[in-house]
């Protein structure tokens, strides 16, 4: 076992298509790790999968709404006949946003951010559980944001869902500890990602706040976020868990 190294692992990835998710496939893979991911969208799932099979990596892919249960069990089957029955990471990635302020949040708003960003995940890891106990040496990380940690003048509903994400992330190093499972989180601050693409094309007012009130100055890259997540998958992070790690350019650091 190589202290710096996926080397024969196998991992599941949500939202490994686009933005953060895909950057995240690439990086296991390459580290040596198997991986299977999802995305809602066959035809650019497909088109990933095939540019994956012609640099020679290990990955495999299957469509599911995480945000419905069915999906998630039917996902959970596919990996688990994929790798015999064991999983030694999974990344609950997929999620989306919808900044608003707090009195305008509907009711449908609550349903679908809940179960995209959160349920997915809580549900995924009972799901895995078997899975990566099986494996012997187990790791989660949780794709959260910053805006489970700090707060800002919108988008409060998004923020509770990547707020509840840590909290499931701490309760889970405990209980599973024992079953040599590691559980950690990644907060994110602005990835430039085709989810940020629409406000990173129409609001000038919020690039410039965001560029002032981070100390680095400018947006993250997905490999920059990746990069974190294998780190915290190897043998090498062994004692870190319960963890909630902002890759953010110092931006929640600053007052
Ligand atoms: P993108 O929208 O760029 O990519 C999201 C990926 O997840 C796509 O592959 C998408 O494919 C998939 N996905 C979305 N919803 C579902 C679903 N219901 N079921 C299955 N797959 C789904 O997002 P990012 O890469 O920017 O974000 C990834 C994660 O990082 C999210 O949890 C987000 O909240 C978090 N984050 C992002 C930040 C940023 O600045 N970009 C900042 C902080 C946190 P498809 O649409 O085909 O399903």
């Known amino acids: 076992e190589k202290r710096w190294s996926l080397q024969g692992t196998t991992a599941l990835v949500t939202g490994g298509s686009k933005g953060i998710g895909h950057a995240i496939v690439e990086e296991l893979a390459r580290l040596g790790a198997s991986v299977h991911t999802c995305s809602r969208n066959e035809a650019e799932l497909n088109n990933c999968l095939q540019e994956w099979q012609k640099l020679d990596f290990s990955i495999t892919g299957s469509v599911c709404d995480v945000s419905s249960r069915a999906e998630r069990e039917k996902l959970m089957e596919k990996v688990c006949s994929t790798f015999n029955g064991t999983l030694n990471i999974l990344i609950n990635n997929a999620g ?78 405990c209980e599973w500890a024992k079953d040599n499972i590691r559980a950690n989180c990644l907060a994110p601050g602005h990835i430039r990602t085709p989810l940020l693409q629409p406000i990173l094309e129409n ?47 110092g931006r929640t650091v600053k007052g």
């Open 96 to 173: 989306t946003g919808r900044r608003e302020s707090f009195l305008n949040y509907t009711s449908e708003d609550f349903s679908f951010l809940m179960a995209t960003n959160f349920e997915s995940a809580f549900h995924l890891c009972q799901l895995a559980h078997p899975l990566l106990k099986a494996s012997g040496r187990g790791s989660i990380v949780n794709i959260s944001s910053i805006l489970g940690k700090v707060a800002v003048d919108s988008a409060a509903l998004y923020s509770a869902t990547k707020g509840a994400m840590n909290q499931l992330t701490r309760n889970l190093a």
């Open 203 to 249: 609001d000038e007012e919020f690039k410039s706040e965001q560029r002032a009130r981070t100390p680095m100055g400018r947006l993250g890259e997905p490999e920059e976020v990746s990069s974190l997540v294998a780190f915290l998958c190897m043998p090498a992070a062994s004692y870190i868990t319960g963890q909630v790690i902002c890759v953010d350019g």
